[in-house]
């Protein structure tokens, strides 16, 4: 008999959840995401922090931000007992008391009691830092492949079908600049390979989306210089100069304006850790 496969094998109280795009609450393979915008907020915090007790400020912190309503606690419930009940829909044996279990009422809040048989989030911090951990170890080619699979959980922006409120917003940020994170240090272990010339036209995109983005443009320059295209590397330190300026009234940081210099001295080998990318 082949055994299950790990996000396969769940019991009745293990949910898989997808953030990292397109957002879904599966409980034993039967979704429990609600389709109406507020309590779909509700379900995600929940999944988000599971195991936690969430207490109901930050909930209707959440649904309603400066707004609440003078009904809020009641229509909080409401969506409680919605999600109760298709937590129920989900089970075995429809138990009322099995979904109050799982989605718990506490002290001044509401705690999802599940485990988890996959989270794409969670999964996607443990092979960023399996690539961290190998790029420090200087094992750049398995850095880049835990990193390129870390950024291949991922099928759109954070929480991209959700109506966020504060609270949640504050999460997808913090999952965007992970993601950011992981896509430089899968480019940096890719530099380490010797992949400059073949990391042009990503780093292109990169800089064309994110024009103010030191990081990314110094690694461009340097791809560029490493390629035999110096004019190349010091047009992208022009625009960079140019977008700084115009947008915040300020030059490049000191390591880019040496990287410039060091460029225009047609220096033979630019240094990723000189200039800070190492």
């Known amino acids: ?107 001044n809040g509401y705690q999802l009691m599940a485990t988890s048989s996959s989270f794409d989030l969670r999964e996607f911090e443990r092979l960023a830092a399996d690539g961290d951990t190998a790029l420090n170890l200087g094992d750049a080619a398995g850095a880049s492949r835990y990193l390129g699979q870390a950024l291949d959980l991922w099928r759109g922006p954070a929480l991209m079908d959700v109506s966020v409120g504060r609270v949640l917003a504050i999460e997808a940020i913090g999952m965007e600049e992970a993601r950011m994170r992981v896509l430089e240090r899968r480019i940096l272990a890719d530099f380490h390979l010797g992949k400059h010339a073949a990391l042009i036209p990503e780093l292109r995109m990169l800089v064309e989306q994110n024009p103010m983005h030191e990081n990314f443009c110094a690694l461009l320059m340097i791809a560029f210089q490493r390629s035999g295209a110096a004019w190349r590397a010091l047009e992208v330190f022009r625009n960079l100069r140019k977008n700084l300026v115009e947008e915040f009234g300020v030059e490049p940081s000191g390591r880019l304006q040496e990287l410039h210099q060091a460029v225009l001295a047609n220096t033979p080998e630019l240094s990723l850790r000189e200039y800070g990318l190492a």
């Open 1 to 107: 008999m082949v055994p299950p496969r790990m996000d396969e094998a769940i019991d009745d109280r293990s949910v898989c959840i997808r953030v990292l795009g397109p957002t879904s609450v599966t409980l034993r393979g039967r979704s429990i995401t609600p389709t109406a915008p507020k309590p779909r907020q509700l379900l995600l915090l929940l999944a988000l922090r599971r195991g936690q007790v969430v207490p109901v400020s930050t909930l209707m912190e959440e649904i309603w931000g400066d707004d609440i309503p003078r009904t809020g606690t009641t229509t909080l419930q409401t969506y409680v007992v919605q999600l109760r009940r298709l937590i129920a829909d989900s089970l075995p044996v429809q138990s009322q008391r099995a979904a109050k279990e799982l989605l718990a009422t506490r002290l």
